[in-house]
């Protein structure tokens, strides 16, 4: 079975200033994906960012980007120049890629606060 | 926003009483899951469907049912309900074709469930 750790319940940081939120993840399939979800409050959760394991180059989204490290069994976010905007639960997940297996496991999440 | 609606947003019952949450989505996804979300936050998966007439019990045991009858609607029902099954209760759903561009997964707003 999969796990995913986030070893960071809450974090808080100064608007403007970058941040990085740290995940682990435990694993014995070669192929799988790599996501992060953020849940504001009260509203959906939606997807931030994604990463294919195959894939060596560290995906990015504007100011989202991973810093995927396969062999360490890890996956960690960098919020640049961070909003008040992406104050939120942080959900980091592992989908194995596996067709008509597309389950999320998810880590406990990071409560984060940026301060104006 | 997705479009995947769930109601009620919140939701007062005493012990005892039958109740159906409802999920629904306009996305045409095959893939649909409930994931009950705990006070600290964690996500389980309860239940998953992989299409109509396809439901499978997920990693957290429950004693919630569902039923897929029809692709857009993938309704939980409690029997019977406690204080124990007090939580928010998520609903989402995916393409999930085993194409990465298909990983993604739309989440409902919830539904806050308190037993009384």
Redesign the interface.
Known sequence: AQTVTQSQPEMSVQEAETVTLSCTYDTSENNYYLFWYKQPPSRQMILVIRQEAYKQQNATENRFSVNFQKAAKSFSLKISDSQLGDTAMYFCAFMKHVFGNEKLTFGTGTRLTIIP | ??DIYQTPRYLVIGTGKKITLECSQTMGHD?M?W?QQDP????H?IH?S?GVNSTEK??LSSESTVSRIRTEHFPLTLESARPSHTSQY?C?S?V???W?GD???F????TRLTVV
Request: hydrophobic fraction near 30%; proline fraction near 0%; charged fraction near 20%.
């Open positions: 926003e997705a893939k899951y994931y600290g936050m964690e996500l998966l998953y992989y997920g990693d998520l989402a995916s999930g074709q085993g990465v990983t993604e997964a989440f409902g707003q919830g």
